[in-house]
């Protein structure tokens, strides 16, 4: 059965990207005329998920605001002629069936999943970080789904990081399956260079069995002394219950501020709305540096 729900953490509190996210949602800084809160939602959307809930904290009701109707924006829109604008604002509310729920206290990545166990119920889920960004031909959670539901286990999306890099991230113990999968063993969080199995890391897409949620009830602080969604995900890796994909696209860490602004550059010259003009001034601005 293909996933029809998605988990999407954006609680944190944006500390990389400072002073800006002080008031402002990180998931709601534009990327082009959207925020990049929404290109998460779309790449769930375009996978076939129609039911989404993003976990926030008390100062993100942006978010929630957002994915709601505006019946006095539409109404001014309408009256002024303005029928496509009316019908933009309305689409971001209908695209999806979009929940929330606030993570009450800030206790790690594990504990942010484990908050949705009600609204996911017996089935499998898929996670999209809010602070990960794809740009791929298909869908990147689709692409894991596809190997979750023929092998019928728990999938994460991989790509290989430089090793300067890997402490950052996490680093699986991993085997060739076939293709673009492998069988994951084992992992660690934010190793040390002692504790690398390889250069591949989880980029921020899941999709996950249920039987993640009594796992994560049960496990103790890690690393940070936070509950570590990577501490889980090892858990069901040692019984041999999950894969991996080495997924087809690019992934931004809109998280930090260099991540963030490649993003930016990088969407908006692909968006039809403003890329053409925006080629222009870069090429005529890269003459004058």
């Given at each position: ?5 998605a988990?999407?953490p ?6 990389r ?9 990180k998931e709601m ?5 959207r925020p990049?809160?929404q290109?998460?939602v779309?790449e769930a ?6 039911d989404?809930l993003?976990?926030?904290n008390?100062?993100k ?25 009316a019908?933009?604002v ?10 929330f729920?606030r ?7 594990g504990h942010?999943i484990w ?7 017996s ?7 809010g ?5 791929a031909a298909?869908?990147?959670i689709?692409?894991l789904?596809e190997v979750a539901d ?8 991989v790509q290989?990081v430089s ?15 076939h ?6 063993h084992n992992?660690v969080e ?6 690398v199995?390889s ?7 899941y999709?996950?069995?249920?039987d993640i949620?009594p ?5 103790s602080?890690?690393y ?7 501490d889980a995900?090892a ?29 930016v550059?990088e ?10 003009a925006?080629k ?8 004058t540096?």
């Amino acid at each position: 059965m293909r996933i029809k729900k998605a988990v999407i953490p954006a609680a944190g509190l944006g500390t990389r990207m400072l002073p800006e996210t002080k008031t402002i949602p990180k998931e709601m800084l534009p990327i082009g005329d959207r925020p990049s809160i929404q290109y998460i939602v779309e790449e769930a959307v375009a996978a076939g998920i129609e039911d989404i809930l993003i976990i926030t904290n008390r100062s993100k009701a942006a978010m929630e605001d957002y994915f709601d109707y505006h019946p006095e924006l539409e109404e001014r829109l309408l009256r002024a002629g303005r029928e496509e604008d009316a019908a933009l604002v309305r689409r971001t509310a209908d695209m999806a069936n979009v929940m929330f729920v606030r993570q009450k206290q800030t206790l790690g990545l594990g504990h942010a999943i484990w908050t949705a166990r009600r609204f996911v119920g017996s089935e499998p889920f898929a996670v999209l970080l809010g602070d990960d960004v794809m740009a791929a031909a298909r869908p990147v959670i689709g692409q894991l789904d596809e190997v979750a539901d023929a092998e019928r286990c728990s999938v994460v999306g991989v790509q290989a990081v430089s090793l300067d890099d890997i402490g950052k991230y996490c680093s699986l113990d991993v085997s060739h399956y076939h293709d673009r999968v492998f069988r994951v063993h084992n992992m660690v969080e934010k190793p040390k260079p002692s504790e690398v199995f390889s250069p591949y890391a989880i980029l921020g897409r899941y999709v996950l069995s249920p039987d993640i949620f009594p796992i994560l009830e049960n496990l103790s602080p890690g690393y940070g002394g936070e509950i570590q969604l990577t501490d889980a995900l090892a858990v069901l890796a040692r019984r041999g219950e999950m894969l991996a994909v080495e997924f087809e696209g690019k992934r931004y860490d809109t998280g930090s501020l260099e991540g963030y602004l490649q993003c930016v550059i990088e969407l908006s010259l692909q968006n039809p709305r403003c890329g053409e003009a925006l080629k222009t001034y870069i090429k005529e601005l890269a003459r004058t540096l």
